[in-house]
């Protein structure tokens, strides 16, 4: 019955219709038309404008980025700059400013002389032109609903002057006590430690620690490139003299019986290296010539106020292997923090492991193995496998063809991470009366990166280094340390309190630096260094205009649009 219903009623109302349809236009009812008068207008108009204003007061407002606080992840005002020998395109940010107050940059008069991020050939742009920062979404008001999350990147008033909308990635949440040691952020819930605990040169020590490791989607968008070989120069040699040299360094050891005759690399003056023989290769990053740090190219130009570069050893290694035979094995080793983080692939075995390492960077223990495979991964013959060993957030991950193979993790207390890094005991260290202990690049253990192979000749295609975002020490402009880098000074949130940084950290004024708020803010807020929830204007998500060029026409970059991680 109810089937039946549903069609007699169908029936219905298709039998109107026809009967409607064949009413002669002349003899159907006459039906009244309404005349739009001016004053329909003027109400229509001011309902849309009505309607528009309260949904960008109160759901979404259009932002615009003046300065480069989050390079890359979304530019300031900035210039564009490229390589004719590498292709590479980069954006630096500009250091002058016609009016500082409202981050307006001045024009260029003269030449810009900057590197090429990939190849370090000094290049001479006379008089660039300066572009628009990146305009951006803001979902207002959504904190007053959802809780604010880690990574979250948000759009705030200022503590400090309240009249200005900063924006900054947040990265500790209410109730929580951060750490940032060695570029990695550490949290514990206060609520559970002992007041005791909380504060002075053992505070790293203490019991509660756990570091915060970045989702997939945000650690992707975070990796800040330093090296390509795909963007190797067209002429790395000019008047019979080589300005460019890889900084892979390719070897191969002396033959014996167990590696077989020895091989060469062919390396120079090519974006594929290539190994022609089975026995070992071995293939270096030149750490001495290319130091790893968490250098930005878009701060090239902040001459007058230079930041400390420190050693980055939360990287990403990525390579197309392609083997000749099916038996080749592969090694991909990151070394940092005293310890060898390994990736092994081979036809009979793959995993992930690690093991302390001397100062030579020679391993003193066994290995321990931390993931591998039930069954092996194999790289097949003649194909491109694109492999990718990440070690950032004090976690391991195998990557191939852009499928996760292995994931693994290790867990340091702040204070094990800092002695780890720089060889020193936290307590005794910050137990001095220095300004900014841990604000010496010195102190921090460099990084070493390498491949092995052996089994076949093999190509590599776009050999790739990436870092991971670094939150350094940052000096600060008062006599006590940055916060949360040091265990004398790590910011203790109470409910409704937010901490903050910048991506561009060596250019950020962030929670690190501030100093007291603003007295209106210091009326419910006392505390400085925090966001109070109720200076969250919303959180950003999306670019709807890319950076454009300040003052002619713009020009739409479709291809940077984007959503906001």
């Known amino acids: ?105 001045a024009r260029i008069q003269t030449e810009v002389v900057v590197p090429d991020p990939i190849s370090g050939e000094s290049l001479l742009f006379d008089k660039p032109s300066i572009r628009a920062g990146d305009r951006i979404f803001v979902l207002k008001y ?59 040169p053992s505070a790293w020590s203490g019991p509660g620690w756990k570091i915060e490791r970045k989702p997939e989607r945000i650690q992707r968008v975070l990796w800040q490139p330093v090296f390509d070989s795909a963007r190797t120069p067209l002429h790395a040699e000019r008047e019979g003299r080589r300005w460019f040299r890889s900084p892979w360094i390719g070897t191969a050891p002396e033959p014996s019986a167990d590696t077989g005759p020895a091989g060469e690399w062919a390396i120079e003056d090519r974006a594929d290296y290539r190994f022609n023989s089975p026995a070992r290769a071995d293939l270096i990053w030149n750490e001495a010539a290319r130091p790893v740090t968490d250098y930005y190219p878009y701060d090239q130009t902040h001459t007058n106020y230079p930041a400390p570069r420190f050693p980055v050893g939360d990287v990403r290694l990525r390579a197309g292997v392609q083997p000749d035979q099916s038996n080749l094995s592969c090694w991909i080793t990151v070394i940092a923090s005293a310890h060898a983080f390994q990736a092994e692939i081979s036809p009979d075995h793959t995993a992930l492991r690690m093991a302390p390492v001397d100062d030579t960077g020679a391993v003193t223990q066994a290995w321990t193995t931390l993931a591998a495979t039930s069954t092996p991964f194999t790289l097949p013959k003649g194909s491109v496998t694109n492999l990718e060993l990440w070690h950032t957030d004090q976690s391991l991950q ?13 867990d340091w207390s702040p204070a094990e991470r800092f002695e780890h890094a720089t060889g020193r005991e936290a307590t005794e260290f910050f137990s001095s009366r220095q300004r900014e202990p841990a604000a010496d690049p010195a102190l921090y253990r460099r990084p070493r990166l390498s491949w092995q192979f052996q089994g076949s000749p093999f190509t590599l295609h776009n050999v790739a280094l990436d870092r991971d975002i670094h939150y350094q020490p940052s000096p600060s402009h008062s006599l006590l340390p940055a916060r949360a880098t040091d265990p004398r000074r790590m910011p203790t949130l109470k409910h409704d309190q937010y901490f903050v940084c910048g991506d561009n950290s060596p250019q950020s004024e962030d929670g690190r630096l501030w100093g007291d708020p603003d007295p209106w803010i210091a009326l419910f807020d006392p505390d400085g260094g925090v966001v109070n929830r109720r200076l969250l204007i919303g959180k950003a998500f999306f670019v709807y205009w890319p950076a454009t060029h300040a003052g002619k026409l713009p020009i739409f970059d479709a291809g940077r649009v984007r959503f906001i991680w």
């Open 1 to 105: 019955m109810p089937d039946e219903a549903a069609i007699s009623i169908s029936g219905a109302v298709t039998e109107v219709v026809l009967i409607e349809a064949v009413i002669p236009r002349e003899n159907a009812p006459h039906q009244p038309q309404h005349q739009v008068t001016a004053k329909d207008t003027v109400v229509s108009l001011a309902i849309a404008f009505i309607l528009a204003f309260v949904f960008r007061g109160f759901v979404i407002e259009p932002f615009i980025i003046p300065t480069g606080s989050m390079a890359p992840t979304l530019l300031g005002a900035h210039i564009l700059a490229r390589s004719p020998e590498t292709g590479s395109t980069w954006a630096i940010g500009p250091w002058t400013y016609s009016d500082s107050a409202r981050n307006i940059p």
């Open 142 to 200: 959504l904190y007053a609903i959802f809780e604010p999350s880690r990574f979250d990147v948000v759009v705030f008033k200022n503590p400090e002057e309240p009249q200005v909308n900063f924006i900054k990635r947040l990265i500790g949440l209410p109730f929580e006590q951060i750490a940032l040691v060695d570029g990695d952020i550490f949290k514990r819930d206060t609520r559970t430690i002992p007041a005791d605990q909380l504060e002075g």
């Open 398 to 410: 195998l990557w191939a063809d852009g499928v996760r193979i292995l994931y693994a993790e290790y």
